[in-house]
Every structure is written in structure tokens, then in C-alpha cells.
């Protein structure tokens, strides 16, 4: 466990090395970039702090493919990925290199057969998400990893779903580049990191420019807190992983069982290859901007990625899932998490019934 920060210490910058406060503030980064890599089953010079996943996934898409285009120029990727992925291909496809995006079965679930029969001799790089934002549905990430291992292709994954709460043991599975946010496993915001397999024979061009900081691909003052933070994090959460994965799949289970019997009820993504920490449903006539308007001072819940939960259009997941009218404008999205209790889950499915009850009282 690591030493409590506050506001004074840790203050120094780490790249001072001429002084001992600067000294003592590299030695704490470089314990945090060895308990990650801990965590993550890699070596620590494989880590790469960042901002969060979004800037990880934009310097392990664009880093890669601007530095290796000579070898090809040709991104495999899927329907369902978070906007960091989708726009960042959106831009490589506006600078000469082509994306094919993979369409999900109606789970959810990409075929790893779609992937391969999609691999051209120019592929350069394949990018999936392991856990769905939105609907939480499961990649078969094994399956894809040996895919793009024997046919000699990179594969970068977005894991900030589920890095922590599920093991993924890079020291087991061929992953190239694998991105996380803290924020997801209770760490703070600001900070993530890039994994980079066998990082001095990969070549990645940096996004930005300035000292040698993160081995010259993530310049600038590295803020020491949240580096802390986010091993911390990683740590104890990787701890409890098996008692939490418990405690959080009855707890979505109890919420499915008690809400089901009371309202109509569709849910988006079978239970069985889905995170627990997810659950996306609709209710029949029931549109999701006003069961959300209607339960916002007590639930939070999100008609999307929760990052864009404020524009109105629906799921570009759930569409590309198949999903069409009043299921694809009625789906709501809800996290459980370890801190949660049976309490609030009863809680929660009574503020859902009394909502759906006024809204088909005000439309009658």
C-alpha cells in the first residue's frame, strides 16, 4: 500500500533528479508503475501514464499507425467501440488509411470469424473493447488475441470497462497496447495508462511534444497524486475482485428479479455475457429521456455512454445491435458497483416503478 500524499508532499517534480524531493517523487511513481504493471501481469517499463483511456487509445491508434504506415494502412475495429476509438479511426481514415468496422451479432458479441475473415496482408493494427460502456456485454477477447497473434497483426484493446474488475493477465494473452482510466476502479480522474507490449521494438509516434517524460511518448511534469492514485486503486480493487464480482452479480440479479415483476421489462445483452457491473434495459412506451427526467434526483442513469448521456440521439450500440424502435429509444443504462447494497437496489427499483406508474398516468 502506498504512503498517504497530501498537499505538500509528493510536490516536487519528478524529472528534478538534482535534488532529493525530486528524487523521492520518481521513486513513488516508479513504485506506482511497478504495482500496475503488478496488477496488469507486465514488466513496468511497459507502462505508460496518461491522461485516461481516451488519450491512451489515441496514442495507441494514432502512434501506431503514424509510425508504422510504411507496413500498412489498414485498421480493423468494431461498431460498438467508445467515441475515443471511432473518432480516432474517423481521423486516420481522413489522413489516407482505411477502417473496417465489424458489426456485432444481436448480443452484442463480435465473431471472432468476422475479425479474421476481415485481415488483409496490409492490416496494421486491430482495436477492440473487452466490456461494452453501455451494455456491458463481454468480448471474447482470448479468442480475438489468438487471431491477431497468428496472423502477425497488432491488437490494441480498451479494457477501461474492465481493467481491475476482471483478470486479464497480459502475461497469458497476446495483447499489443491495452488502455484504462482510473476513475473506472475508484481512482482519480485525470489519470490511466497505456500499456505497450515489449515497448523499445514497438515504434509509436508521440501526440505531443516536449521533454523525455514517459520515454519520450507522454511529455510533460507527471502529476505524482494521481499516478499514486491509480495503483492504489488498481491494487485493491485487483485484491477483491473475486468478492466483488460476487456481491455485484447478486445485486444485479436481485435488481432484474424485483423490477421484472413489477414493470415489463427488456433487457439488452444477455446476463451471461455480460459484465455485472452493467445493465442496460428498456421499458415498453416508456422513452428513456423521461424515465431518466423522472428518476434524475434520486438514480443516476444514462441513455448512452455516460459521457454523452446529454445529446438525444439513441445508442449507435444498440442500433448497431439491431435494436429499432421503442427498445432502442426506451434504453436506460445502470451500474452496480461494490459499494452498493440489497438497500439500494430495492431503493432504486422503487423510485423505477413509481416513475413508470406517473408517466403512464400523465400519457393516459
Given at each position: 500500500m502506498f504512503e498517504?500524499?497530501?498537499?505538500?508532499?509528493?510536490?516536487?517534480?519528478?524529472?528534478?533528479?538534482?535534488?532529493?524531493?525530486?528524487?523521492?517523487?520518481?521513486?513513488?511513481?516508479e513504485r506506482a508503475r511497478s504495482t500496475v504493471a503488478r496488477e496488469l501481469g507486465c514488466v513496468a517499463?511497459?507502462?505508460?501514464?496518461?491522461?485516461?483511456?481516451?488519450?491512451?487509445?489515441?496514442?495507441?491508434?494514432?502512434?501506431?499507425?503514424?509510425?508504422?504506415?510504411?507496413?500498412?494502412?489498414?485498421?480493423?475495429?468494431?461498431?460498438i467501440e467508445h467515441k475515443a476509438t471511432l473518432a480516432c479511426c474517423d481521423s486516420l481514415h481522413d489522413e489516407g488509411f482505411e477502417v473496417t468496422r465489424i458489426a456485432p451479432r444481436h448480443d452484442g458479441r463480435v465473431d471472432p470469424a468476422d475479425i479474421a475473415n476481415a485481415i488483409r496482408s496490409d492490416t496494421l493494427l486491430i482495436s477492440v473493447m473487452h466490456v461494452n460502456n453501455e451494455t456491458g456485454v463481454i468480448q471474447p477477447l482470448s479468442e480475438i488475441a489468438a487471431i491477431a497473434e497468428d496472423r502477425g497483426v497488432l491488437l490494441h484493446v480498451d479494457?477501461?470497462?474492465?481493467?481491475?474488475?476482471?483478470?486479464?493477465?497480459?502475461?497469458?494473452?497476446?495483447?499489443?497496447?491495452?488502455?484504462?482510466?482510473?476513475?473506472?476502479?475508484?481512482?482519480?480522474?485525470g489519470i490511466g495508462c497505456l500499456f505497450v507490449r515489449d515497448r523499445p521494438r514497438l515504434r509509436i509516434r508521440p501526440l505531443t511534444f516536449g521533454g523525455a517524460q514517459e520515454f519520450g511518448l507522454r511529455p510533460g511534469t507527471l502529476p505524482?497524486?494521481?499516478?499514486?492514485?491509480?495503483?492504489?486503486?488498481?491494487?485493491?480493487?485487483?485484491?477483491?475482485?473475486?468478492q466483488d464480482q460476487k456481491q455485484v452479480t447478486r445485486l444485479r440479479a436481485q435488481f432484474v428479479e424485483m423490477l421484472s415483476s413489477r414493470v415489463s421489462l427488456n433487457l439488452h445483452g444477455a446476463l451471461d455475457v455480460t459484465s455485472p457491473y452493467i445493465l442496460n434495459f428498456s421499458i415498453p412506451g416508456i422513452s428513456s429521456d423521461v424515465l431518466i427526467n423522472q428518476c434524475a434526483a434520486?438514480?443516476?442513469?444514462?441513455?448512452?455512454?455516460?459521457?454523452?448521456?446529454?445529446?438525444?440521439?439513441?445508442?449507435?450500440?444498440?442500433?448497431?445491435?439491431?435494436?429499432?424502435?421503442?427498445?432502442?429509444?426506451?434504453?436506460?443504462?445502470?451500474?452496480?458497483?461494490?459499494?452498493?447494497?440489497?438497500?439500494?437496489?430495492?431503493?432504486?427499483?422503487d423510485v423505477i416503478t413509481e416513475a413508470v406508474k406517473r408517466i403512464k398516468e400523465l400519457v393516459a
Open positions: 498517504q500524499l497530501d498537499g505538500t508532499r509528493g510536490f516536487a517534480n519528478a524529472s528534478s533528479q538534482h535534488h532529493e524531493a525530486g528524487r523521492q517523487v520518481a521513486e513513488q511513481i517499463d511497459e507502462i505508460i501514464f496518461t491522461s485516461g483511456a481516451t488519450e491512451s487509445i489515441n496514442l495507441a491508434l494514432r502512434g501506431v499507425a503514424l509510425a508504422n504506415a510504411q507496413h500498412g494502412r489498414h485498421l480493423i475495429t468494431t461498431q479494457a477501461a470497462q474492465s481493467a481491475g474488475k476482471f483478470h486479464i493477465g497480459l502475461s497469458q494473452i497476446p495483447i499489443d497496447l491495452l488502455s484504462l482510466s482510473a476513475h473506472k476502479i475508484h481512482g482519480p480522474k505524482t497524486h494521481q499516478i499514486v492514485g491509480l495503483a492504489a486503486a488498481l491494487e485493491l480493487v485487483s485484491r477483491n475482485r473475486d434520486d438514480i443516476a442513469m444514462a441513455s448512452g455512454a455516460a459521457c454523452s448521456s446529454g445529446t438525444v440521439e439513441p445508442s449507435y450500440v444498440l442500433r448497431a445491435m439491431g435494436l429499432e424502435g421503442d427498445a432502442l429509444y426506451g434504453a436506460v443504462r445502470v451500474s452496480f458497483d461494490r459499494y452498493h447494497t440489497p438497500v439500494d437496489i430495492n431503493v432504486a427499483v
